[in-house]
């Protein structure tokens, strides 16, 4: 079942992390309570974040008598507002502890359509940092990444992080030879000792051109060089 992200207020590139999806109750008439005619339901995501992936909180539906006071919730909020149709209530008192199956489905599928605008956006921000803090929050990932691979395999998945990772690494090849960070990328998923070494030396590499200490960059390259020749990249 395809469901449609109907977004009727916030911003695809900037959601708040605040969001409220809503039905409109349609079989007026074999209502529990006449008096309801909107169900929502409040979710919203974490400052925090649990191994770089997101962390979300979702409320039990809410029944609401008219759109103008829903929407005075809304307001207050400043919260994302999403449209999820219309829904037939059955005649039964427990119904609005939970939603039915189908809902259910409509609503997981919603949330995560929104967490990968929301993901999309914070890898996003990334990119308005300073190159100092670029360079610096790339050397934190690329160590948290080597610190994962545990596998016995030879090479390993890159984690969750990869579109924040990936747009890092591009946005690098706007201040460093593009060759140096496709290099990175090559070496990223290789395990071992001398891979990670090589990987380091070239944001070993980075640092000290940002801060023109050219006599050290000269001493990284040829070390890169040296090791290139084992892993035989070039």
């Not at 308005?128 to 395999?153: A, G, P, T, V």
């Not at 990987?199 to 070993?204: I, Q, R």
């Not at 990284?220 to 020749?229: A, G, L, N, P, S």
Request: hydrophobic letters at 40%.
């Amino acid at each position: 079942m395809q469901v449609k992200f109907n977004l009727e207020i916030g911003n695809t590139s900037q959601l708040s992390g605040n969001a409220v999806i809503y039905w409109e109750i349609i079989n007026k008439e074999n209502k529990i309570n006449p008096s309801i005619n909107f169900i929502a339901v409040n979710f919203v995501v974490s400052v925090f974040m649990l191994d770089d992936n997101l962390i979300t909180a979702t409320f039990p539906p809410v029944g609401f008598q008219d759109r103008e006071e829903f929407m005075l919730y809304i307001r207050q909020s400043r919260c994302d507002l999403i449209y999820a149709g219309e829904i037939t209530l059955k005649n039964d008192a427990d119904y609005l502890k939970s939603l039915p199956d189908n809902e259910y489905f409509t609503l997981n599928k919603i949330i995560d359509h929104y967490l990968a605008l929301y993901r999309e956006k914070i890898e996003t921000v990334v990119l308005n940092l300073s190159l100092k803090e670029k360079i610096y929050m790339l050397k934190k990932m690329l160590i948290n990444i080597r610190k994962d691979m545990s596998s016995r395999s030879k090479k390993i998945k890159i984690p969750v992080n990869r579109g924040k990772l990936m747009k890092l690494l591009n946005d690098m090849k706007n201040y460093f030879n593009p060759l140096d960070v496709e290099i990175i990328m090559e070496l990223l998923p290789i395990k071992g000792k001398t891979a990670e070494r090589a990987v380091f030396l070239y944001v070993d590499k980075f640092i000290s051109i940002f801060y023109e200490n050219y006599e050290e960059t000269q001493k990284i390259t040829d070390e890169i060089e040296k090791i290139q020749k084992k892993l035989s990249l070039n």
